[in-house]
T-cell receptor, first 115, second 115 residues
Framework: GAGVSQSPSNKVTEKGKDVELRCDPI?????LYWYRQSLGQGLEFLIYFQGNSAPDKSGLPSDRFSAERTGGSVSTLTIQRTQQEDSAVYLC?????????????FGPGTRLTVT | AQSVTQLGSHVSVSEGALVLLRCNYS??????LFWYVQYPNQGLQLLLKYTSAATLVKGINGFEAEFKKSETSFHLTKPSAHMSDAAEYFC?????????????FGQGTRLTINP
């Protein structure tokens, strides 16, 4: 079946602009995760969703970052007033259930470049 | 807090040689440990996971890893490297957040295979 998809695959934006990154998880997966992959920080966890709820937002780097999930499916990560340090690959993952051992399936990522 | 250290950001081996990628973890509770692989311009794919069952874990593509509590290690090995193994490899430990699986990643090891 279809895997996790993300759009756009690449995004170049000017400093100060807002961007929206989209994630379509595998159908039926209840858990959804956002990670950021950058040269300086490696892979870091940002936020997870249980259904449409995000119980823990402490991983978001600043209040310019927000995320939502609607209908237990698609999720959007929004970055307001982008800064150059936001440049990174943003990865989305989903898993069938909430479990410490359930495999997370990753999408190909969105490469964000802030100029 | 849980953390992972991968020794060696770059490893180069000859085709047919042993692959050894090192991972040490820090965790105050029994950990779940994972190895993921990332091929160029693709998302992460699970190679194998340790979930407190057998300490020697076999994964896809001929990879295996051994959990050694006394050494706090979870090194990844493959007896004979293949050109298709060239990729970046990430070790990760799970950190429970309200029952969900938050992955804490190491910095990654880029594996190069020489013909």
């Amino acid at each position: 079946g279809a895997g996790v998809s993300q759009s756009p695959s690449n995004k170049v934006t000017e400093k100060g602009k807002d961007v929206e990154l989209r994630c379509d998880p595998i159908s039926g997966h209840t858990a959804l995760y956002w990670y950021r992959q950058s040269l300086g920080q490696g892979l870091e966890f940002l936020i997870y969703f249980q259904g449409n709820s995000a119980p823990d937002k402490s991983g978001l780097p600043s209040d310019r970052f927000s995320a939502e999930r609607t209908g237990g499916s698609v999720s959007t990560l929004t970055i307001q007033r982008t800064q150059q340090e936001d440049s990174a690959v943003y990865l989305c993952a989903s898993s069938l259930v909430f479990s410490l051992v359930d495999e997370q399936y990753f999408g190909p990522g969105t490469r964000l470049t802030v100029t | 807090a849980q953390s992972v250290t991968q020794l060696g950001s770059h490893v180069s081996v000859s085709e047919g040689a042993l692959v050894l990628l090192r991972c040490n973890y820090s965790s105050s509770v029994p950990p779940y440990l994972f190895w993921y692989v990332q091929y160029p311009n693709q998302g992460l794919q699970l190679l194998l996971k340790y979930t407190s069952a057998a300490t020697l874990v076999k994964g896809i593509n001929g990879f295996e890893a051994e959990f050694k509590k006394s050494e706090t290690s979870f090194h990844l090995t493959k007896p004979s490297a293949h050109m298709s193994d060239a990729a970046e490899y990430f070790c990760a430990v799970s950190s429970p957040i309200q029952g969900a699986q938050k992955l804490v990643f190491g910095q990654g090891t880029r594996l190069t295979i020489n013909p």
